[in-house]
């Protein structure tokens, strides 16, 4: 079986399919043909048209794999990782990969030999995933906050290139990383979801299947800008979840917060509950962690001596686990008193309720935890300690705020419990309060439209900003695979264009790959409005068009002097900005 495929034969194949004419296609909408890939255009000019088109519908999802059982074989009775060997053997199961669309579409040669694609989902869409195995894979009891460091900034690296991302990690640490992602992940806008199983995929009865199968789906066909966890059809927060059971499927719960997604007969997401960053920064990731944190559990007849060891330097944060809704004893003033010495020295001391459900109240010198899991208590404190330009108190106040939606109140000194978010939902929009877990303003219309691709297109940039303020995604692609940012560079909205930029927006893979013949065109034709607004999007300059030159080359081939100049500033701008960065 051949993993690759001639050019020539490719390139004749889609020509045979397809027939253009340069008179009856928008230039807006046409785009190139890459040499190793089938692209289906319509022939609709009108941006109005509401007839089925043919379009190759993609979307492309980067796998982790960490490591952890879902990928173990057994030998001589005991589970092990075996490196190269999950790519090859999904390839074999047609649930996991459509060999027939990889050859006949050059699948491995435009995407590479670890990638697979999906069958045709319900949606007509395809998914493309691609593999990035660590060597050597991981038992998830040896994460360390260096490998959470690794995990973010190989997502922060391949994030422009991918439209969400797939880890696959082991059940026993699982929560704490994925508690810990959603804090380092800043300004996330994409999601972000982590699985495994407890049994490895390959045996007879697993949940291996199930879990990949699910995460590689709502990741690549929902923009859910979060980091989660997804486990026995329930998509989770993923700093709201904990492992609860060791010996069943159903092994992770989220106890103070319902799940984000659940699949069954079909994908159902809660939109009311997604959190979003309702920012126009950029994402980025942080990936210094503080290690001087730890978790003290009180129990009857826990002695001050015990307290007071704990507390010693270099411990710079504690996440403390007391009793029902915050409680201590309150005839042990020896305790009480390392606390506030601990406290008053510099330590930030979370209060965190040992019961599975529930939240606590604040205590002198103690933050309120409110229902944050433990896992995500710890994972804050280390993020927030690691901040270099913030002083203790600034640091308390950040570790009181709701940051990631790991609590459900974020009122300092709440005297009530408020378990469900819901209710908070309600109050904000009897307000008409902004709140992050609210309506979700990038679902799209019949074309897939949303509000913001409507606005990129009018060119409204205030309506942009409040659009972006209330959380909409800059990443949604309407039926087309057009992005708000394709939009507002079809109708040269400028001032939208940098703001999207700002907020992260970018082109996708192949339609870098395919600005070349466009630059040049717009070269040949003297557009500087069409060039610069393709800079701003972030379109490289340099990049050949079909004939090999970049559109340098083709406004000298054209003699249009005024072009090569205008292109040699936008460059050295470029090259100006780049150094700075």
Not at 481 to 487: A, V
Request: net charge negative; charged share 20%; hydrophobic share 40%.
């Amino acid at each position: 079986m051949a993993d690759s495929c001639n050019n020539k034969t490719c390139l004749s194949r889609v020509l045979s399919q397809t027939t253009l004419d340069s008179t009856d296609v928008d230039p807006a909408r046409t785009i190139p043909l890459h040499p190793g890939r089938k692209r289906l255009l319509s022939s609709c000019t009108s941006i109005e048209c509401t007839e089925p088109v043919a379009l190759r519908n993609e979307a492309r999802v980067l796998v982790i794999n960490t490591g952890g059982t879902i990928g173990m074989t057994l030998n001589d009775e005991v589970l092990i990782p075996q490196a190269n060997a999950f790519v090859q053997n999904l390839r074999k199961l047609p649930l996991f990969h459509d060999e027939k669309y990889a050859q006949e579409t050059c699948l491995f040669e435009y995407y590479g030999y670890k990638s697979l694609v999906l069958p045709l989902s319900k949606s007509k869409s395809r998914i493309v995933y691609t593999f990035l195995e660590y060597n050597p894979l991981l038992d998830s009891s040896n994460m360390t906050t260096d490998d959470w460091a690794k995990i973010g900034k190989d997502i922060e690296e391949n994030y422009e290139n991918y439209d969400g991302f797939v880890i696959l990690h082991g059940t026993d640490t699982m929560a704490y990383t994925a508690s810990a992602l959603s804090f380092m992940c800043e300004n996330l806008g994409k999601p972000i979801i982590i699985t495994g199983s407890q049994v490895p995929i390959y045996e007879m009865r697993n949940d291996g299947i199930d879990n990949l199968l699910g995460a590689l789906l709502i990741a690549g066909q929902f923009v859910i800008p979060e980091v989660c966890l997804y486990f026995y059809n329930k998509l989770y927060r993923g700093n709201r979840s904990t492992k609860v059971d060791n010996g069943s499927f159903n092994a992770f719960a989220s106890p103070n917060l319902t799940p984000l997604a659940t699949a069954e007969v079909d994908i159902t997401i809660n939109w009311d509950t997604v959190w979003r960053a309702n920012t126009t920064e950029r994402f980025k990731v942080s990936p210094k962690l503080n290690r001087n944190v730890g978790l003290l559990r009180l129990f009857p007849g826990i002695t001050s001596a015990t307290v007071r060891a704990f507390l010693q330097s270099p411990m710079e944060g504690v996440v403390l686990e007391t009793y029902g809704s915050g409680n201590a004893p309150d005839n042990r003033p020896d305790l009480l008193n390392e606390l506030k010495e601990a406290t008053n020295s510099g330590v930030i001391i979370m209060n965190c309720t040992q019961c599975l459900r529930g939240t606590v109240l604040k205590d002198a010198g103690l933050i309120a935890g409110h229902d944050m899991t433990p896992e995500a208590a710890l994972s804050k404190l280390s993020y927030v300690l690691a901040q270099e330009d913030l002083n203790l108190d600034e640091k308390k106040m950040m570790m009181a705020q709701n940051l990631r939606g790991e609590m459900s109140a974020d009122l300092a000194g709440a005297k009530l419990c408020l378990r469900d978010s819901r209710f908070i939902q309600v109050i904000a929009k009897s307000l008409n309060i902004s709140c992050k877990e609210g309506s979700n303003l990038s679902l799209g219309d019949y074309d897939g439209r949303t509000p913001l691709h409507v606005a990129a297109c009018e060119g409204n940039l205030k309506l942009v900003e409040y659009l972006l303020g209330q959380g909409a995604t800059v990443y949604a692609k309407d039926r087309y695979g057009d992005t708000p940012l394709s939009n507002a560079v079809r109708f040269r909205n400028k001032d939208v264009v940098k703001l999207l930029r700002k907020t992260g927006a970018h082109f996708s893979k192949e339609e870098l790959d395919e600005a070349g013949t466009k630059l040049c065109s717009l070269a040949a034709n003297a557009d500087l409005d069409g060039l610069e607004i393709w800079s701003l999007a972030g379109a490289d300059l340099n990049k050949p068009g079909y004939d090999g030159q970049a559109a340098i080359g083709a406004a000298q081939t054209a003699g249009n002097q005024e072009v090569v100049a205008f292109l040699g500033q936008l460059l050295s701008k470029k090259a100006e900005q780049s150094k700075v960065m």
